[in-house]
């Protein structure tokens, strides 16, 4: 499955006064590229919770490459690149929209739990969306999941 990459504008409110975006942003910016995957998925996050599937952040890794500031428009590219039955590691890179310009890059891992935050083996309780994440997991050069 082909998936979109997440686009969207830098307010003026996520500056600083050099007009540089603020290192705070950047989770939200992730967090905003993976719901927009998840939602391409069929795995909305609302849609999960109803069913009792919580994905807490449990690691997030920020590599600041170039500044991104007002007005620029980005381009986040979510990447699966692990997936166990417990929990599963995203990588992203941002990009200026329309360019091959990499901006930043980073990594967040996230665990699979109850709505008691007990850890849960999605594939054997919803084996439907433990398939629906593997099928898009990357893949490395043998074919298997990175």
Same mark, same amino acid.
């Given at each position: 499955?082909?998936?979109?990459?997440?686009?969207?504008?830098?307010?003026?409110?996520?500056?600083?006064?050099?007009?540089?975006? %603020? %290192?705070?942003?950047?989770?939200?910016?992730?967090?905003?590229?993976?719901?927009?995957?998840?939602?391409? =998925?069929? =795995?909305? $996050?609302?849609?999960?919770?109803?069913? !009792?599937?919580?994905?807490?952040?449990?690691?997030?890794?920020?590599?600041?490459? *170039?500044?991104? +500031?007002?007005?620029?428009?980005?381009?986040?590219?979510?990447?699966?690149?692990?997936?166990?039955?417990?929990?599963?590691?995203? *990588?992203?890179?941002?990009?200026? /929209?329309? +360019?091959?310009?990499?901006?930043? +890059?980073?990594?967040?891992?996230?665990?699979?739990?109850?709505?008691?935050?007990?850890?849960?083996?999605?594939?054997?309780?919803?084996?439907?969306? $433990?398939?629906?994440?593997?099928?898009?997991?990357?893949? +490395?050069?043998? !074919? /298997?999941? /990175?």
């Amino acid at each position: 499955m082909k998936l979109e990459s997440y686009v969207r504008v830098i307010n003026y409110y996520e500056t600083d006064q050099m007009q540089v975006v %603020h %290192h705070s942003n950047y989770a939200r910016y992730l967090e905003e590229a993976r719901l927009h995957m998840m939602d391409q =998925l069929g =795995l909305a $996050y609302d849609k999960l919770e109803e069913m !009792g599937i919580i994905i807490p952040v449990l690691e997030l890794h920020n590599y600041y490459t *170039k500044s991104i +500031t007002f007005g620029d428009v980005i381009e986040i590219i979510p990447r699966v690149i692990k997936l166990t039955p417990v929990r599963f590691t995203l *990588k992203y890179e941002i990009y200026r /929209s329309g +360019t091959d310009e990499l901006l930043h +890059t980073a990594q967040t891992s996230h665990a699979f739990v109850d709505r008691d935050f007990k850890p849960m083996n999605l594939k054997k309780t919803y084996p439907d969306v $433990y398939d629906t994440l593997a099928s898009v997991v990357e893949k +490395t050069g043998d !074919g /298997s999941p /990175s």
